[in-house]
């Protein structure tokens, strides 16, 4: 009885014996380095085991028999195939990496839907991806440094999906709905529109380098939420009630506006900084109650408020440029003990002439407290009613003395 195991080295006549079995699955534990070991692999339907294809003897990658990956397929390190046709392929139960193929311009995908894991990754010349279908059902997708102009998918839930350095797709409209892991979408052209309308939830959310965002029905991401180096002047996540992680929204130099109108609760670090035109956030975060991590914000901010925080659970910093911020709010959180972290700071510059450090209050510890404008504020208020205070006892001194010698005067005239 012939085995369904093909253990492939060299061995062509092993991969013959397979594919003339009458077994539609074809196990194979090989590395595929030559054009006529490849063409005998393509008469199995589905491929099963770990197979793969590298070197630079083979041109084109014709596998359009396959319907089914079961194994691990691997095809890489190659600078010399330049297509891959798997136009019957419908769904990959295991997983196909297509990795470091530098002469790659095309891959035929016109019968997948169904996708376990699909990797794309360092393919600079994959221009061209038929995906006639679409790809309907997924579970872990990269696509990473390609020359794709578009990545079409049709899925609604996935566990991870990673599109970072297409520098030729500007823009991405996903119908997803949940993200199980992580989706991140990164690095992709600078004018890269981003649209997630109808993403309700993801477990670790990371946008960066866009020019504009959409999430108009996103209400928790379970893990971290990154906003980072992004190109767009405000965006509104104002059906957003909970990051579960830290929330970290950094170096978006061109940001102006931003709205977080049903945020209550940060489940880690806030962290927002280098969001260098920035300075007013209205209403923002004035929903956020819990931070259970730290805070560290910076920037010129001349109004910045949360109203409903009521607990921080780490350390705080706050540090604004803008002469028209006040710490009042946050000096009477921490004051009340609602900020419980061990560290305490938050600073301005100076808002009159009469306190020339400027608005400023940090501790360190429980019990030890110090600042420029507060310790500055005290020792001058220190200073000035002991200044006062000499003043009076001077004044009062000089009217006991004078009465004392007019008291005199009149004595001797008497």
């Not at 194979?28 to 003897?57: H, K, M, R």
């Not at 260098?276 to 901010?301: C, H, M, P, Q, Y």
Request: aromatic share 6%.
């Amino acid at each position: 009885m012939k085995t369904t195991l093909i253990v492939l080295a060299t061995a062509l006549a092993g991969i013959s014996s397979a594919a003339s079995s009458s077994s539609a699955s074809c196990s194979f534990l090989t590395t595929i380095t030559a054009q006529a070991s490849l063409n005998a692999l393509n008469a199995c339907p589905t491929l099963d085991g770990t197979i793969e294809i590298n070197g630079d003897a083979i041109g084109a990658v014709d596998l359009g028999a396959v319907e089914s990956i079961k194994g691990d397929v691997t095809v890489t390190n190659s600078s010399s195939i330049t297509s891959l046709v798997f136009s019957s392929l419908a769904n990959i139960t295991g997983s196909l990496d297509i990795v470091a193929l530098t002469q790659l311009s095309n891959i035929d995908f016109t019968s997948l839907s169904l996708v376990k894991q699909l990797k794309l990754i360092s393919l600079p010349s994959l221009a061209t991806l038929n995906l006639n279908k679409g790809i309907s059902k997924a579970s872990h997708i990269e696509v990473s440094d390609t020359a794709l102009s578009a990545f079409p998918l049709s899925i609604t839930d996935i566990d991870y999906l990673d599109i970072n350095n297409n520098k030729n797709i500007t823009s991405l409209d996903l119908p997803l709905e949940t993200v199980s892991d992580t989706l991140i979408l990164s690095f992709n052209n600078d004018e890269a529109e981003v649209k997630l309308d109808n993403l309700i939830w993801a477990s670790n959310l990371t946008i960066q380098d866009i020019s504009s965002l959409s999430a108009s029905n996103l209400t928790a991401v379970n893990g971290s939420f990154v906003i980072a180096y992004n190109l767009f002047d405000e965006f509104e996540l104002d059906s957003l009630k909970s990051v579960g992680g830290s929330l970290r929204i950094i170096n978006n130099e061109e940001l102006k506006s931003l709205s977080f109108k049903d945020l209550t609760t940060i489940g880690g670090e806030f962290n927002m900084v280098n969001n260098s035109k920035l300075s007013d956030t209205e209403d923002a975060f004035n929903e956020i109650n819990t931070i259970r991590g730290a805070v560290n914000i910076a920037g010129d901010f001349s109004n910045f408020t949360m109203d409903g925080l009521k607990n921080v659970a780490g350390d705080f910093s706050f540090e604004s440029t803008n002469d028209n911020f006040s710490c009042d709010a946050f000096d009477q959180l921490h004051d009340n003990n609602d900020i419980k972290g061990h560290n305490y700071n938050c600073s301005a510059p100076t808002q009159s002439s009469s306190a020339s450090s400027g608005s400023s209050k940090s501790t360190s510890g429980s019990s030890s407290k110090s600042g420029s404008s507060t310790s500055g504020s005290s020792s001058g208020s220190s200073s000035s009613s002991s200044t006062k205070a000499s003043n009076g006892a001077f004044i009062k001194g000089s009217v006991g003395v004078g009465s004392l010698i007019m008291g005199g005067i009149m004595a001797a005239l008497i």
